[in-house]
Protein backbone atom coordinates (compact mmCIF):
# COMPACT_ATOMS: atom_id res chain seq x y z
CA UNK A 1 0.00 0.00 0.00
CA UNK A 2 1.17 3.64 -1.16
CA UNK A 3 -0.04 6.91 -0.90
CA UNK A 4 2.08 9.15 -2.75
CA UNK A 5 1.29 13.33 -2.19
CA UNK A 6 2.81 15.71 -4.21
CA UNK A 7 1.78 18.96 -5.25
CA UNK A 8 3.98 20.96 -2.40
CA UNK A 9 6.59 23.95 -3.03
CA UNK A 10 7.02 27.53 -1.98
CA UNK A 11 4.42 30.39 -2.31
CA UNK A 12 3.75 33.86 -1.06
CA UNK A 13 0.79 34.63 1.38
CA UNK A 14 -2.61 34.91 -0.32
CA UNK A 15 -1.41 32.48 -2.90
CA UNK A 16 -2.96 28.70 -3.61
CA UNK A 17 -1.54 25.49 -3.65
CA UNK A 18 -3.64 22.34 -4.95
CA UNK A 19 -1.93 19.36 -3.11
CA UNK A 20 -2.52 15.44 -4.62
CA UNK A 21 -2.52 12.14 -3.18
CA UNK A 22 -2.58 8.78 -5.52
CA UNK A 23 -3.65 5.73 -3.61
CA UNK A 24 -2.57 2.30 -4.74
CA UNK A 25 -5.35 0.94 -1.96
CA UNK A 26 -7.39 -1.96 -3.33
CA UNK A 27 -10.89 -0.90 -3.07
CA UNK A 28 -10.29 3.10 -2.56
CA UNK A 29 -13.52 3.89 -2.74
CA UNK A 30 -14.27 1.86 0.61
CA UNK A 31 -11.66 4.45 2.58
CA UNK A 32 -12.42 7.53 4.21
CA UNK A 33 -9.37 9.77 3.44
CA UNK A 34 -8.19 12.37 5.17
CA UNK A 35 -5.21 15.15 5.18
CA UNK A 36 -3.18 16.06 8.23
CA UNK A 37 0.22 18.61 8.72
CA UNK A 38 2.61 18.71 10.76
CA UNK A 39 4.05 22.89 11.18
CA UNK A 40 8.01 23.05 12.36
CA UNK A 41 7.46 22.76 16.25
CA UNK A 42 4.25 21.40 16.24
CA UNK A 43 2.25 17.98 16.76
CA UNK A 44 0.63 17.27 14.02
CA UNK A 45 -2.92 18.23 13.20
CA UNK A 46 -6.35 17.76 10.98
CA UNK A 47 -7.11 19.43 7.85
CA UNK A 48 -9.98 17.94 6.11
CA UNK A 49 -11.56 14.47 5.63
CA UNK A 50 -13.72 13.25 2.59
CA UNK A 51 -15.77 10.37 3.11
CA UNK A 52 -15.91 7.08 0.28
CA UNK A 53 -17.59 8.60 -2.54
CA UNK A 54 -17.08 11.63 -1.61
CA UNK A 55 -20.87 12.59 -0.60
CA UNK A 56 -19.14 14.38 2.87
CA UNK A 57 -16.36 16.79 3.61
CA UNK A 58 -15.06 18.57 6.51
CA UNK A 59 -12.26 21.15 7.34
CA UNK A 60 -10.37 22.29 10.40
CA UNK A 61 -11.68 25.63 11.29
CA UNK A 62 -8.01 26.80 10.29
CA UNK A 63 -8.58 26.29 6.85
CA UNK A 64 -12.50 26.43 6.05
CA UNK A 65 -13.56 28.99 3.56
CA UNK A 66 -10.03 28.70 2.44
CA UNK A 67 -9.80 24.81 1.42
CA UNK A 68 -11.54 22.07 -0.59
CA UNK A 69 -11.09 18.26 -0.46
CA UNK A 70 -12.25 16.32 -3.25
CA UNK A 71 -11.37 12.70 -4.46
CA UNK A 72 -11.18 11.23 -8.03
CA UNK A 73 -12.47 7.68 -7.35
CA UNK A 74 -11.75 6.71 -10.95
CA UNK A 75 -8.16 7.49 -10.36
CA UNK A 76 -7.27 6.35 -7.06
CA UNK A 77 -6.52 10.48 -6.12
CA UNK A 78 -7.45 12.82 -3.24
CA UNK A 79 -7.25 16.31 -3.60
CA UNK A 80 -6.83 19.36 -1.15
CA UNK A 81 -7.00 22.94 -3.31
CA UNK A 82 -5.73 25.69 -0.40
CA UNK A 83 -6.30 29.33 -1.65
CA UNK A 84 -5.65 32.39 0.77
CA UNK A 85 -2.19 30.54 2.14
CA UNK A 86 -1.40 32.02 5.43
CA UNK A 87 2.32 32.15 6.64
CA UNK A 88 0.74 30.02 9.51
CA UNK A 89 0.38 27.03 7.01
CA UNK A 90 3.40 26.23 6.40
CA UNK A 91 3.83 22.42 7.28
CA UNK A 92 4.21 18.94 5.83
CA UNK A 93 0.77 17.98 4.53
CA UNK A 94 0.07 13.98 4.68
CA UNK A 95 -2.51 12.26 3.17
CA UNK A 96 -3.83 8.92 4.64
CA UNK A 97 -6.57 7.11 3.84
CA UNK A 98 -8.66 5.17 7.11
CA UNK A 99 -12.01 2.25 7.02
CA UNK A 100 -13.02 4.13 10.29
CA UNK A 101 -16.71 5.15 10.44
CA UNK A 102 -17.12 9.24 8.70
CA UNK A 103 -17.12 10.64 12.79
CA UNK A 104 -13.98 9.39 13.57
CA UNK A 105 -12.03 11.13 10.73
CA UNK A 106 -10.39 13.83 12.35
CA UNK A 107 -8.52 11.37 14.90
CA UNK A 108 -5.34 10.42 13.14
CA UNK A 109 -5.04 7.25 15.49
CA UNK A 110 -7.89 5.93 13.29
CA UNK A 111 -5.72 6.17 9.78
CA UNK A 112 -4.32 3.01 9.27
CA UNK A 113 -2.09 3.98 5.74
CA UNK A 114 -0.13 7.15 5.03
CA UNK A 115 1.30 9.17 2.83
CA UNK A 116 5.19 10.55 3.04
CA UNK A 117 4.25 14.19 3.30
CA UNK A 118 4.55 17.21 1.31
CA UNK A 119 6.70 20.38 2.32
CA UNK A 120 4.36 23.48 2.06
CA UNK A 121 5.99 26.64 2.75
CA UNK A 122 4.20 30.20 2.93
CA UNK A 123 6.22 33.20 2.69
CA UNK A 124 5.29 36.75 4.31
Known amino acids: VQLQASGGGLVQAGGSLRLSCAAS????????MGWFRRAPGKAREFVAA????????YCADSVQGRSTISRDNAQNTVFLQMNSLKPEDTAVYYC??????????????????WGQGTLVTVSS
Open 50 to 57: ISRIGAST
Open 25 to 32: LRSFRNYN
Open 96 to 113: AATSAVWSATADENMYSY
